[in-house]
């Protein structure tokens, strides 16, 4: 079982940044698709960034919403996933969710079906 906890939100103006956590237990025992999701009010959930664990490239994706401006990182020591945003707007204001697949196939997608352990939430304003 795989425990998933986010924390680092909180409100910011336009323009501003923001570091989100991800706290993910038993991080080096497993390989892990390790993704960002999003909702807010009215729109549907959305894939906003992810990377795999156990590659050695640690190469991430990103939606085009926000490619340029957010970037995941990982610190295998301290079993943590981050996501560094930078250059915020309105429509980055939501829900951001940490949510996490046990995988040794490296294929990792920002499609919310394919993750089966997730976080609580922790909420994003981004004001103008």
């Known amino acids: 079982q795989v425990q998933v906890a986010e924390s680092g939100g909180g409100s910011v103006q336009a323009g501003g940044s923001l570091r989100l956590s991800c706290a993910v237990s038993d991080y080096t025992r497993s390989k892990k698709c390790v993704s960002w999701f999003r909702q807010a009010p009215g729109k549907e959930r959305e894939g906003v960034a992810n990377?795999?664990?156990?590659?050695?490239?640690?190469?991430?994706q990103y939606s085009n919403s926000v490619y340029g401006r957010f970037t995941i990182s990982q610190d295998n020591a301290k079993n943590m996933v981050y996501l560094q945003m930078k250059s915020l707007k309105p429509d980055d204001t939501g829900v951001y969710y940490c949510?996490?697949?046990?995988?040794?196939?490296?294929?990792?997608?920002?499609?919310?079906?394919?993750?089966?352990?997730w976080g609580q939430g922790t909420q994003v304003t981004v004001s103008s």
């Open positions: 990377l795999y664990t156990g590659s050695v490239y640690e190469r991430a």
């Open positions: 949510a996490v697949f046990v995988s040794d196939d490296r294929f990792c997608s920002l499609a919310s079906t394919q993750y089966n352990y």
